[in-house]
């Protein structure tokens, strides 16, 4: 299983990883901020 998760890592771009951190990131921001509304 691990070896399998390695590999795909390995298959995706640093810059899509990139991008689901970041809209993951504003997607938490953007909750918070309708839950405090």
């Known amino acids: 299983m691990y070896l399998y998760s ?3 890592a ?3 771009p ?3 990883i990139f991008k689901i951190i970041t809209l993951t990131f504003y997607l ?3 909750c918070t901020v309708i839950v405090h509304k």
């Open 6 to 8: 390695q590999k795909q």
């Open 10 to 12: 390995e298959l995706v």
């Open 14 to 16: 640093d810059c899509f």
């Open 28 to 30: 938490q921001l953007y």
